[in-house]
């Protein structure tokens, strides 16, 4: 009797042990086919500060690197869907858009190109509305006229592409165009009410043209655009950067004690209202109490959601925002008061899904995780100056030599520069150094 319990006992225990081994056996397995779905640790990097809800699902950068494969060549068109104007100082008009196919480019020629796209289930939207408003300009060597003899560059460049949006734009014919896209690159995500009710408060042509306040005696508008990146500690380039006729900043401006390095005038603060609330909680103990508001500031929009048309719409009404996330929120709190509709820009969805279509193709658009990518907002404030100044230099943004540097200039120590799946920063890395080298910035690289 006393054998047998001994023996019961012994395979009990074996038992145990094998059932033990093979949950074991099956979680590890379990990992190893999941390895491709985890994705290292992110942090914010120049010029973004991006909430980790904003990154949504994990990418799979096996499909990713399928993803880059794929090639096909199309024409690259535009669709002309605004009348011609002849510049900013033509009156408001309020007539709706008319519909007429017709290509357009710095040569007014059909191009041809190869590159990648994603596949043809997926509607990449590479048709967009056109905008005269800063094609006219005096200025002998323009950037517009660079752009033509930049072998590598010229077939991307659209002249005629909407930078802005504003009243004229309020058509619901465009409404029913634009929410086919999601996110910045169109308008899936604002209702007509909301987004009618913004953009007719937008009603002046100072919201279609960047330079409103433009009364200079030179031909050629020369902008400064400003980067959060950590080159620009000890630079001394604060002199220069004033100098120029605008100054754009973005996100975390932080100015107050760095002016030797970064100077501190602020023509444009470029935001989303995600990024704009996220660098002031961020970095409120560096200093970053309040967005830079003077006289000369404007504030260019971004925007991903209705929270920002929202946060607009409060603003130009002198009220409280009343819905959404930002439900009771004062905008006078970030812009102040007395404030005109000339305060307000808003960058033109088309504009933001050109960017990301031709300047900033990247493999993840091939995958499932298309939505989470788009231009970061420090590419997209360049990028604006690229299509609206005649000069641009460019200040603070990721160079080859990044490393060396701290993430951000006004960092207390260093921190190193990290990515997110959400932009693609070396391949906007590698843009500033292709247009560096064709003339069309003047980049700040600290050689």
Partial sequence: MLFSRLSFHVRSRTFRQVLLL??????????????NRIISGVYPSQ???????EL????????????????KSIPQTTRLL????????????TKGPSLVNAVTSQSSRPQNTTRKIISSTYNLGDTYATDDMHVNSKCPNRIREKFRNAENLKEKFLEMV?????????????YERLRKFSGAQGWMGVTWHILNETLNLMNSTGNGYMFDTWNGTSPCI??????????LNGSRMGKEIDSHDYVFRVNGAITTGFETDVGNRTSFYFFGTNTMMNSLAAYGH???????????????????????????????????VDRSRDKGKDPAHYFGTN???????????????????????????NTKNRDIYRPSTGAAILLAAIHTCDQVSAFGFMTPNYQKFSDHYFDVIYRKVAFYANHNFRKEMQLWQDLHKAGIITLYMRD
């Fill in 22 to 35: 093979l949950c074991l056996m099956s979680l590890v397995g379990l990992l190893v086919t999941q390895k």
């Fill in 47 to 53: 010029s973004e500060e991006r909430s980790n809800e």
């Fill in 56 to 71: 949504k699902d994990h990418v799979n950068k096996e499909d990713i690197n399928k993803a880059a494969n794929v090639t």
């Fill in 82 to 93: 605004y009348p011609p104007t002849k510049g900013p100082s033509r009156p408001l008009t």
């Fill in 162 to 174: 909407p930078v802005l949006q504003w009243k004229k734009h309020a058509q619901e014919s465009e």
């Fill in 222 to 231: 020369r902008c400064a655009v400003v980067g959060n990146g950590g080159i």
């Fill in 286 to 320: 560096r200093g970053f109490k309040r967005i830079p508001r003077t006289v000369e500031t404007r504030f260019v929009l971004l925007p991903d959601h209705d929270r920002d048309y929202l946060l607009v719409r409060a603003a130009l009404t002198n009220s409280i």
């Fill in 339 to 365: 404030l005109t509709t000339e305060h307000f820009k808003i960058l033109h969805p088309d504009f933001m899904r050109y960017l990301r279509n031709r300047f900033l193709w990247t493999p993840i658009l």
